[in-house]
């Protein structure tokens, strides 16, 4: 259960730790290996650029309001650019 108060370091590092922990249970290789291999990884790669860049001290709740905000933007910046596309004179056929 996560903390209201957790920012998305720690959402990050808890992801990336429950996915090492999984994995050395599994495996049965020690966590430190375990947690290096989870990071090659493109969702762990991912993780951890979320966790370093410029996010990372955001409340978590904060960082998902304004990612959600900059995908509608994008939608609606794509939408406005396909209204571009539309013939001047369509046929009609």
Do not use: Y
């Not at 590092?13 to 990071?39: T, W, Y």
């Not at 370093?52 to 304004?66: A, C, K, L, R, Y």
């Amino acid at each position: 259960m996560r903390d209201d108060d957790q920012n998305v370091t720690e959402m990050a590092n808890e992801v990336l730790m429950r996915q090492a922990k999984a994995r050395s249970d599994r495996s049965g290789e020690p966590i430190e290996e375990a947690m290096e291999a989870v990071v090659d990884t493109e969702a762990g790669k991912q993780l951890t650029e979320l966790r370093d860049g410029p996010h990372g001290e955001e409340g978590v709740e904060e960082w998902q309001v304004s990612m959600a905000r900059e995908r509608a933007q994008e939608r609606a910046e794509d939408l406005d650019g396909g209204l571009d596309e539309i013939p001047e004179h369509p046929t009609h056929g």
